[in-house]
T-cell receptor, first 114, second 111 residues
Framework: DTEVTQTPKHLVMGMTNKKSLKCEQHMGHRAMYWYKQKAKKPPELMFVYSYEKLSINESVPSRFSPECPNSSLLNLHLHALQPEDSALYLC?????????????FGPGTRLTVT | EDQVTQSPEALRLQEGESSSLNCSYTVSGLRGLFWYRQDPGKGPEFLFTLYSAGEEKEKERLKATLTKKESFLHITAPKPEDSATYLCAVQVLYNFNKFYFGSGTKLNVKP
């Protein structure tokens, strides 16, 4: 089973709201990723967790706050977002952050900021 | 500067008309090249990993090949259900093994 699940599927939030995106995998993978994807563009890396520790932060604004409660779960907390943050947010996982491991993506959360 | 370029940007084929998609890269220390398929509004679906020049992988109507400078995704006798955007990503030795994605090829197969 190579399934990564994400909730919610769709989210509409105002610029003053606080919300969270959730991601889960049960493949025993030790690396988990958040990507942002705008229409007709490739995924853009935001954060990487390796063995539940933040490994990469791609200079993402602080209104995005990642959390990895355990090896199966990854959250992305959202606060005071801007309309330009509207995008498809993808979670992915891989066996390890090391070289050669493919990443498996979830279905994404479509976020609209009004 | 590291670059990953996919061509063509868009491709229209008739059902059964075979063709190839290209992913060219200029990176140092390639650790892996990955092909994904993405349907509109969904997450990328993993297809293949290639590690070294000369390697080939096949799955149904798809065959991926790798040289020292590029990879091809050959589609043999495509069907309408093969319509999707195909993304390639390269992973390099340095920089924390991040994936660098190309911009994708949007494939449309007409019946």
């Amino acid at each position: 089973d190579t399934e990564v699940t994400q909730t919610p599927k769709h989210l509409v939030m105002g610029m003053t709201n606080k919300k969270s995106l959730k991601c889960e995998q049960h493949m025993g993978h030790r690396a988990m990723y958040w990507y942002k994807q705008k229409a007709k563009k490739p995924p853009e890396l935001m954060f990487v967790y390796s063995y539940e520790k933040l490994s990469i932060n791609e200079s993402v604004p602080s209104r995005f706050s990642p959390e990895c409660p355990n090896s199966s779960l990854l959250n992305l907390h959202l606060h005071a977002l801007q309309p330009e943050d509207s995008a498809l947010y993808l979670c992915a996982s891989s066996q390890d952050q090391g070289a050669g491991y493919e990443q498996y993506f979830g279905p994404g959360t479509r976020l609209t900021v009004t | 500067e590291d670059q990953v370029t996919q061509s063509p940007e868009a491709l229209r084929l008739q059902e059964g008309e075979s063709s190839s998609l290209n992913c060219s890269y200029t990176v140092s220390g390639l650790r892996g090249l990955f092909w994904y398929r993405q349907d509109p509004g969904k997450g990328p679906e993993f297809l293949f990993t290639l590690y070294s020049a000369g390697e080939e992988k096949e799955k149904e109507r798809l065959k991926a090949t790798l040289t020292k400078k590029e990879s091809f995704l050959h589609i043999t006798a495509p069907k309408p259900e093969d319509s999707a955007t195909y993304l390639c990503a390269v992973q390099v030795l340095y920089n924390f093994n991040k994936f660098y994605f190309g911009s994708g090829t949007k494939l449309n197969v007409k019946p």
